[in-house]
């Protein structure tokens, strides 16, 4: 019996197995007199727009891009993060882009930054090195432990591990 089913599943696989994408698919970037290096996160909005973040202020005598943006002909760069470090990206349902950086939570709806800060609100650090979306919340990594932004407040989520048997 278990034969069978090993033929019909490798019967179904090499069947299928022609419809599989050949090739990659590439983008050409129009940017010049930039240096793309330290790539950190990649990120598909709700609309299909993909988004690059680099966590590389200056190289040499040209700027490392910290947020970029492919347009669908060309990438758009966005030189004005928060302390020009791009940690993390996440898109929310309302399509507002949720950048992880060393200066804080950077949410970008489309044409303004917003930073939360240690000093603007109560999320537990400003270095967010993750940052993630779902059910109407924010969830930020931080080097103090996971934040979760209810649109007004962060909480502080402490995990305490107990180690047994050592």
Request: proline share 2%.
């Amino acid at each position: 019996m278990k034969k069978i089913y090993f033929l019909l599943a490798v019967t179904f696989l090499t069947r299928f197995n022609t419809t599989a994408q050949n090739g990659l698919t590439t983008y050409s970037c129009s940017i010049t007199n930039l240096n793309c290096y330290k790539y950190t996160s990649f990120l598909i909005d709700n609309y299909g727009t993909k988004w690059m973040g680099f966590n590389s202020a200056f190289t040499g005598t040209h700027p490392s891009p910290q947020l970029l943006r492919f347009n669908g002909a060309n990438w758009d760069s966005f030189p004005h993060v928060p302390s020009r470090k791009v940690n993390a990206l996440a898109v929310d349902a309302a399509n507002n882009i949720w950048i992880g950086t060393d200066t804080g939570l950077v949410m970008f709806n489309g044409s303004v930054f917003t930073t939360y800060c240690m000093a603007n609100s109560n999320i537990a650090s400003n270095k967010v090195i993750s940052v993630a979306c779902g059910g109407g919340k924010v969830y930020a990594g931080t080097f103090a432990g996971l934040c979760v932004f209810n649109g007004s407040n962060f909480i502080r989520w402490v995990l305490k591990i107990h180690f047994y048997g050592f």
